[in-house]
């Protein structure tokens, strides 16, 4: 079965400057290949070439080198252009409209008539939160319910293939929420979702695959649980009624200890700590247990190890 959406050696060159223009290089031989049903994130720093690679894969943009390919079929092509849906990274709509009015005008461009315009629009708004606000105009609504709009708007003709670009941007946690459980729904359904982020929490919750890209180029790619060891790093212990002479203990055993609010501390051990023994030999002094959480490898961290790597900061300067 052919890929969902395949990139070959796909490269974007810009030309900078007016007098003598030199092409300045978004995007570097992208090579990637995402199967039907995958929910793919791709991540990287600002200016890492997500957008240009999205834009490139809609066609608001045309290649300087290489090829796209989305469900078989060359980019552009129209019967794909159906299935597909996109949400842009600032999405802008004219604005004298009611939400209700954008979505159905996006309906029948896709085709549909009649009844089954106002069963979608209804649908869609609905899934993104906006039932109640489907009668106001767009010039009334706050960044993140533009965003929420976009996606509804995304969503209009069921793709098989949906482009994210930056979808959690602009929402707050009950919003972001929503979209993760969109998300996941439309991942239950079949749906390939090829979504970029910075919000790298959002990608391990999602994400079957990811790939990551510093300055144009892939720096890293595949299974999360490739990627990450998910290693024990250490445990996270928060305690209260916390004496002097325990606090001088806990400090002797400790990597850390970090005071918190309302006299509560945290404290970091190391992965052969032994937290419940600790606990134990403790607990007989009035110490109160808040929490214990494991810590493990994160996508943020290996994040920020593989863009340090691919990106030296310059040496000598202040
Ligand atoms: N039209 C353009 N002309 C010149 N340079 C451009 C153009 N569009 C993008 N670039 C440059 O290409 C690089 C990649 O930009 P892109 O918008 O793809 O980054 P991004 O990964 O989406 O970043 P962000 O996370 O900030 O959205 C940047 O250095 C940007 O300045
Ligand atoms: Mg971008």
Not at 65 to 72: D, Y
Not at 106 to 123: E, H, I, N, P, Q
Not at 266 to 293: Q, T, Y
Request: proline share 5%.
């Amino acid at each position: 079965m052919a890929a969902a959406i395949e990139t070959e050696h796909l490269t974007k060159d810009f030309p900078v400057g007016f007098w003598r223009p030199r092409p300045y290089r978004a995007l570097d031989d992208l090579t990637l290949q995402i199967e039907a049903g995958e929910v793919f994130g791709f991540l990287g720093p600002n200016g890492a070439g997500k957008s240009t690679t999205l834009k490139l894969l809609m066609q608001l943009l045309f290649a300087t080198r290489g090829t796209a390919r989305i469900l078989g079929r060359p980019v552009g092509d129209v019967s794909v252009r159906r299935r597909i849906g996109f949400l842009a990274e600032n999405p802008y709509f004219y604005d004298y409209l009611t939400a209700e009015e954008l979505l159905s005008y996006f309906a029948k461009l896709f085709g549909y008539r009649g009844a089954d315009v106002t069963t979608r629009v209804s649908r869609v708004l609905d899934d993104a939160g906006l039932g109640a606000e489907r009668r106001k105009r767009l010039r009334q609504f706050s960044k993140g319910m533009l965003q929420r709009v976009g996606l509804a708007q995304a969503l209009i003709n069921d793709p098989d293939v949906l482009f994210l670009d930056e979808p959690m941007s602009g929402l707050d946690p009950l919003g972001r929420r929503r979209v993760r459980d969109q998300i996941l729904g439309l991942r239950a359904r079949g749906c390939t979702v090829f979504f970029s982020s910075h919000i790298l929490s959002d990608a391990e919750a999602l994400c079957s695959r990811v790939a990551i890209v510093v300055r144009g180029r892939m720096v890293a790619s595949g299974k999360l649980t490739d990627i990450l060891s998910f290693g024990l790093k250490g445990w996270e212990l928060v305690v209260a009624n916390v004496t002097d002479e325990v606090r001088a203990e806990l400090e002797k055993r400790a990597r850390q200890v970090t005071p918190l609010a309302h006299g509560r501390f945290m404290v970091d051990l190391s992965p052969d700590a032994d937290p419940p023994r600790l606990m134990h030999e403790l607990g007989g002094r009035g110490i109160e247990v808040v929490s214990l959480n494991p810590v493990r490898d994160t996508l943020e961290d290996y994040f920020v190890q593989t863009v340090a790597a691919a990106a030296p900061r310059p040496t000598g300067g202040v």
